[in-house]
């Protein structure tokens, strides 16, 4: 086939032409252009990164929570050092000879593959000592400082509500694209959730070198430069003083304080006691080892990583949930004789007058009026079994955000435990338990596992009566387009009709006469609606609870005060949340409860806690 | 036949030029993401994953040459070539989206690309089909077969936004030109590439201009009167030339409707009509003037849809490509950064190159996608001119090794798939180092052998080797 052959011959001559065309254009890139031809033995471009300034975090005010200050980092050229005088250097930097000789050492060594290139010689070095070098940087060829910027924190609030930033490590630049080695990102807290806004962009400029390897000037004009772009700050809805107040009222005891503006699911302060000192904060690393070994864990972020049970400020729940269900009226009452005994079962309770309704059940946090209650939900005849009625609680208790992650922005955010029924089948055996089995629950033990927030979100749901909006700490400037997530409102299973009833037991609990949980934190002016807890563990004594809202008509705040090992919620987690809710409201604790907010301050319950 | 003639009869320089290739391919994926202490055989790293394809890519080959049966290509082609179609599609359900384009399957933490491998089943099925006895390319249904075979595929990969293994496709164009399908169609397609050109980067007008002249001359050429065409050609086509100059006296201007590139392709095509129309009425046998006049007319529509295609079909970030690579927007820090920052590390090269491990573009990874897509940029930078040079050779060797090959080959079924299999390299290597080196857009195909990558070279491991396969089979049944 002789048409054949040509055809394969045409074929191969296409292609020579094609890979001719190809060799042409790479010896005109490679020899021919001057614009490229820059080779190791006289040319190299030298690029000099210019790192952007972080964005800073402000507070709902506009104030600055965690700001800039300007470091520099000493890089070094090994090519272009000359012999300088090592004792000056060592001096103006703090440094010991031998560290010197070590890092040139070093650079001998690796000198072929360093090459041209900059290596970092001293990180973070502050502006004092900067300006030091500066004036006699002359003496130092091949030394430069590149600026890079530090965190610095105008106000002690926050700690690990605002995260640190700390350099890339491997794993993180697997996971992460447009990070190099050397680049800092957020790692906890704020800093992390909000890495994308703050970071900004990497620039550089490009250089030329001449045949003696000195800089000369910008590849072509800086055409190819890039500037950086500084990072935007980030508005949050922490309020910058209720959070350093709260840290203030929790410092020496361990727990956690959440506060939410209930209308908007606005986080307005999250203490996590103990919590990193801002001064450690900016130089994490240097205090990495100290804080990880703290027998009390202040890297832990108390208020969305501690699940555990809420204690008798569950009993609103089961209150709402028996209201839903149709075996519980505002006005059913029932007895109490210093606890509740069936059968084998006894929970305890306190002295207080028999028979209450729902409202006084609330209000001096009966014990046997929510074993009654519970029991009537979970052995309501409505459904076939136990089991399905303990699945329709259960759909009800999540509806709350129990159990589940709420969604917010805040890293490392805990689900929280809420018991299901294939859990109780196989712990007692299937369809082998009753009421009884589970009844710790009535009263917000067992199984139950509750983070802070969602307590507060709990609170903030009442408060709203009947719905909340995901608790968040990203504030939008008017304009800003908002995350759709954080203004949708999200209804419980509960009819909003029932929610004024549990609001009105809550108010008699702060401001109902004796008898009343928490009428010692009662706040002159404000009708604030309140719920002590006492929640039992078993890893030590009693976590003192207390949630609030106030005022009880369009409220302004909601908190929840978690502290651990502490005792009875009245003694200290409700004064605390109470001072929080004076501070909040009123900008001052009135004359009257500074006696409180004193003893708060000097308190130190640290000791109570067990630590292994 | 004892193993040891399998031995001899092995085309040991494919083998070669493979194993060259590959291990150049692994060192300076080394050399682009190393730091300081780094170790080859770090499996963390990409260098120290490239290892390990490697490893799995020579055992697949020793397994195609030496376990696997070679029957089961032919009698297999189509339904490997359906399973394929199958995996697709599930790709576009199932994928996973990594980098703008759905074409991923994540397996146990691995990812890899079904379009890598479908260009070997479309090359199995392709050479099964036209490989058949009685397949003739110019009869309708047999080369509406072989198109609607590799448009299937190639419509699913565009589906995934792959574009770049969508336009590997276009390869075979070449085999069907080899098994019958006539120069002109390829010729015409090339035409076309250069309108679409010259429609963006100057005017619609001039691409009127060159495409009626081309056409005129080809017609005269054709039927031996060059010189007579030549004069009316150039004669026409400076008369339409001035068109613009005389539309824009402003007495004709305020009345003219339409701008000159339109005038053109009304008065032209409305003379081609009439011809084609005359050409049927009076059933002269002028079938080559009844083509040209149909391209004219084809090719007359294609100018017109090139800016509609431009700017409401290609993908915005395509788009800017192209804008870029055609000198119609200087965009060096935006999207022309890629190709000027791959430039800078290849002309940085010079004529012997920096030398192994001492990059400086590699550094701050200004260069993007160094050790996939731009891995032609590591080489140009270290290895300089000579060292390009030398991957071309080595390229352009295998390349003929293979058509050679094929070309000896009796089997038809062997022959074709060879040609599929030069074909694909072909474009990859062209698309490839075209882009790197500022000739084409930015489009991401991997550079075969050379890239990291493990559906790649595992992809390309098994194309080749199954024409090795088939051609050691030839020797096989001779001897026998």
Known sequence: MALSISKKNILLASIAIAFLAVTARLFYVQIIEDKYRINAENNALKYKINYPARGRILDRNGEIIVDNKIIYDLEVVPIDVQPFDTLAFCEIFDLDEEFVKERFNYYRTYRSRIGFGSITFLKQVPGEMYDKFAEKSYMFPGFDAVVRTSREYPVNSGGNLLGYISEVDQNFLNTHEGYAMGDFAGKTGMEMAFEDRLKGEKGYEIFLRDAHNRIQEHYENGEYDKEAIGGSDVMTTIDLHLQAYGQQLMQNKVGSVVAIEPATGEILAMVSSPGIDVSQLAEINKYYSELINDPYKPMFNRAVQSAQPPGSVFKVVNGLIGLQEGVLTPETKYPCHAGYSVGGVRLGCHNHVSPIDMYQSLMMSCNAYYCYVFRNIIDNPKYASVGDAFDKWREYVTSFGFGTKLGSDIPYELAGNVPTRAYYDKYHGKDRWKSLSIISLSIGQGELGCTPLHLANMCATVANRGYYYIPHYVKYAPGEEVDSTYTTRHYTMVDTTYFPEVVKGMELAVQGGPGATARSVAIPGIIMCGKTGTAQNPHGSDHSVFMCFAPKDDPKIAVVAYVENAGFGATWAAPIASLLVEKYLNGEICSERKYLEQRMFDANLLSRVKTR | ?480
């Open chain 2, 1 to 480: 036949m004892g193993t040891g003639s399998i031995y001899n009869k092995l085309d040991w320089r494919l083998i070669i030029y493979y194993l060259i290739l590959v291990v150049f391919g692994w060192l300076n994926i080394f050399s682009s993401v190393h730091a300081e202490n780094s170790i080859l055989f770090d499996f963390s790293q990409r260098y120290g994953m490239h290892f390990i394809w490697m490893c799995i890519s020579i055992v697949l080959a020793l397994s195609i040459i030496f376990i696997i049966p070679s029957r089961i290509y032919q009698a297999f082609s189509w339904g490997f070539y359906l399973m394929m179609i199958l995996l697709l599609m599930s790709v576009l359900v199932l994928g996973v989206e990594i980098k703008g384009s759905r074409s991923w399957i994540s397996l146990g933490g691995f990812n890899f690309q079904p379009a890598e491998f479908s260009k070997i089943t479309t090359s199995l099925a392709l050479a099964a089909l036209m490989g058949k006895y009685g397949y003739v390319f110019k009869r309708t249904d047999c080369w509406m077969k072989a198109f609607a075979t590799i448009g299937l595929p190639m419509m699913l990969i565009l589906l995934e936004k792959e574009t770049g293994s969508m336009l590997v496709y276009i390869g075979f164009l070449l085999v069907f030109y080899r098994e019958g399908m006539s120069g002109w169609f390829l010729l015409a397609g090339l035409f076309a590439i250069l309108l679409f050109i010259l429609g963006l980067a100057v005017s619609p007008f001039v691409a009127m201009l060159v495409l009626t002249g081309s056409l005129m001359l080809v017609y005269f050429i054709k039927h031996q009167r060059a010189l007579f065409g030549i004069i009316v050609t150039v004669l026409s086509i400076t008369l339409l030339a001035f068109l613009p100059k005389i539309l824009s006296i402003e007495a004709i201007a305020a009345k003219n409707p339409f701008p000159a590139e339109i005038w053109v392709a009304l008065i032209c095509c409305a003379a081609a009509v009439f011809l084609l129309v005359k050409n049927f009425v009076l059933r002269t046998k002028n079938k080559f003037l009844r083509n040209i006049l149909l391209c004219y007319i084809m090719m007359t529509g294609f100018i017109f849809s090139v800016q509609f295609i431009f700017n409401n079909v290609l993908q915005d970030h395509q788009r800017a490509r192209i804008e870029v690579l055609l000198g119609m927007k200087d965009d060096p820090k935006g999207v022309g950064y890629n190709v000027h920052q791959s430039l800078i590390a290849i002309g940085s090269g010079g004529l012997f190159g920096k030398g192994f491990m001492r990059g400086t573009q590699t550094r701050f990874d200004f260069v993007p996608e160094q050790t996939t897509d731009f891995i032609f940029c590591t080489i140009g930078e270290e290895w300089g001119f000579v060292g390009s040079l030398g991957v071309l050779v080595l390229y352009f060797l295998l390349l003929m090794r293979i058509l050679n090959k094929a070309e000896q080959n009796s089997d038809n079924f062997t022959r074709i798939y060879g040609y599929c299999v030069a074909s694909c390299l072909l474009m990859h290597i062209l698309i490839n180092i075209c882009m790197t080196i500022g000739l084409m857009p930015v489009i991401g195909i991997p550079l075969p052998f050379l890239s990291y990558g493990g559906s790649s070279l595992i992809a390309f491991t098994i194309l080749l080797f199954i024409f090795i396969r088939l051609d050691l089979d030839q020797w096989r049944y001779l001897k026998q």
